[in-house]
C-alpha cells in the first residue's frame, strides 16, 4: 500500500516569514495530493489540493508543488500570520483511500 | 447543504455501555468514511461505505459495528469499548465520480472510562 512521510515534524516561524511542508509517497498510481490544516478540537479543513497532472498550484499566500518523478509534493505558506498556527496534513489517494502524512504542527511566533 | 454533521459532539461511556455515533450528509456523496483520530495524529481509516456497501475495513476490532442505512446516513456502534478507544472520531464524505476530496464532519469526542 501508500507510505506518505510528512517533515518537519514541528515547525516555528516568526511572523511574516515563510513556511514550507514536505511529503514524499511511493504509489505512482496515487494521483491526488490534498493538505489538510486542523486547529485544536476542529476538524480538518482542506486548505489546497493538486493533481497528477499539475506540477504547481498557488491559492494566496498558499501553494503546493508536485515532482511526480521524485514522489514528492510541498505546502508553502507565504507571510505567515499567527493564525497559520495548527497542524498541517499532507494525503495521496489511490482510489477512495487516503493515506496521511504523520503531521506537522506549526506555530507562527508574532 | 455542504457540511457534514455529526452526532453527539462528546460522548463519555462505560466499557459495559452501548452507544452509536451518527454522522449525516445531504451532499449527494455516495462514499462515506469513520476515521478513529489520536491527539495530534493523522486521521486512521477504520470503514469506508461506497454506494452504501461496506467496501473496506481496516481489521478494527468487532466492538466497533459500522451501519450505513442510507446514502445519506452513516452509523457507528459501539459496545465493551476499552479505555485506549477513546479519541476523536471523524466521518467524511465524497463523491468518488466526480472528486477525490473528501469533506470532513466535525468529529465526536468519545471518552471511555
Known amino acids: 500500500g501508500e507510505n506518505v512521510e510528512q517533515h518537519p515534524s514541528t515547525l516555528s516561524v516568526q511572523e511574516g516569514d515563510s513556511a514550507v511542508i514536505k511529503c514524499t509517497y511511493s504509489d505512482s498510481a496515487s494521483n491526488y495530493f490534498p493538505w489538510y490544516k486542523q486547529e485544536l478540537g476542529k476538524r480538518p479543513q482542506l486548505i489546497i489540493d493538486?493533481?497528477?497532472?499539475?506540477g504547481e498550484k498557488k491559492d494566496q499566500r498558499i501553494a503546493v508543488t508536485l515532482n511526480k518523478t521524485a514522489k514528492h509534493f510541498s505546502l508553502h505558506i507565504t507571510e505567515t500570520q499567527p493564525e497559520d498556527s495548527a497542524v498541517y496534513f499532507c494525503?495521496?489517494?489511490?482510489?477512495?483511500?487516503?493515506?496521511f502524512g504523520t503531521g506537522t504542527s506549526l506555530t507562527v511566533i508574532p | 447543504d455542504t457540511e457534514v454533521t455529526q452526532t453527539p459532539k462528546h460522548l463519555v461511556m462505560g466499557m459495559t455501555n452501548k452507544k452509536s455515533l451518527k454522522c449525516e450528509q445531504h451532499m449527494g456523496h455516495r462514499a462515506m468514511y469513520w476515521y478513529k483520530q489520536k491527539a495530534k495524529k493523522p486521521p486512521e481509516l477504520m470503514f469506508v461505505y461506497s454506494y452504501e456497501k461496506l467496501s473496506i475495513n481496516e481489521s478494527v476490532p468487532s466492538r466497533f459495528s459500522p451501519e450505513c442505512p442510507n446514502s445519506s446516513l452513516l452509523n457507528l456502534h459501539l459496545h465493551a469499548l476499552q479505555p485506549e478507544d477513546s479519541a476523536l472520531y471523524l466521518c467524511?464524505?465524497?463523491?468518488?465520480?466526480?472528486?477525490?476530496?473528501?469533506?470532513f464532519g466535525p468529529g465526536t469526542r468519545l471518552t471511555v472510562l
Open positions: 494525503a495521496a489517494i489511490t482510489g477512495n483511500q487516503f493515506y
Open positions: 467524511a464524505s465524497s463523491h468518488p465520480r466526480v472528486s477525490n476530496e473528501q469533506f
Open positions: 493538486i493533481r497528477s497532472n499539475v
